[in-house]
């Protein structure tokens, strides 16, 4: 079995083996990779975030919606045999709803998912109530957080 070494490693070994074989020989340090730069965003956010949104953002994966609905809102967990046969994504929210309209969705919860076939078994995940769960300071960050989600292109539709 061969080891690879990433190139620059082969002259961390050659001055260590330098250094062991000849103890009474000084050698200069010389660096072997050039210093690296500091990482810098490409572009700065389109937008500054408010608290509250990163405080729902935050509580969107604490609470635990992040598990179905997927990071960032996106979606993507599988529910075998509902229409669509995934969660729905969150990012187009907000044409869909007003705040208050999903509030109360998300303080009643989703009981009944729409199956793929009328005749067909029930679909596994529901999507539970949330009432006793959340606060509603907590619930307000939520759904400022999934307002936050919404295309800035003005793409709306599709929710």
């Known amino acids: 079995m061969t080891m690879s070494y990433p190139r620059w490693a ?38 500054p975030i408010s608290p509250t949104v990163t405080e729902g953002a935050s509580l969107f994966e604490t609470k635990g919606c992040i598990m179905c609905h997927g990071e960032g809102g996106k979606g993507g967990v599988r529910n075998r045999y509902s229409q669509g046969e995934f969660i729905p994504a969150l990012e ?7 705040e208050d309209e999903l509030k109360e969705k998300i303080r009643k919860g989703v009981s009944q998912v729409a199956k793929a076939d009328s005749n067909g078994p029930v679909p596994i995940l529901i999507m ?13 960050r939520i759904v400022a957080y999934l307002f936050s989600l919404a295309p800035k292109d003005g793409d709306a539709d599709g929710f």
């Open 10 to 47: 082969c002259g961390v070994w050659i001055c260590a083996a330098l250094g062991c074989a000849a103890p009474d020989t000084k050698i200069a340090a010389v660096p072997i990779r050039p210093a690296m730069p500091a990482v810098v965003s490409a572009k700065p956010p389109e937008t």
């Open 92 to 98: 187009k929210v907000a044409s869909g709803y007003s």
């Open 128 to 140: 539970p109530s949330w009432e006793d769960k959340l606060t509603p300071e907590e619930l307000n």
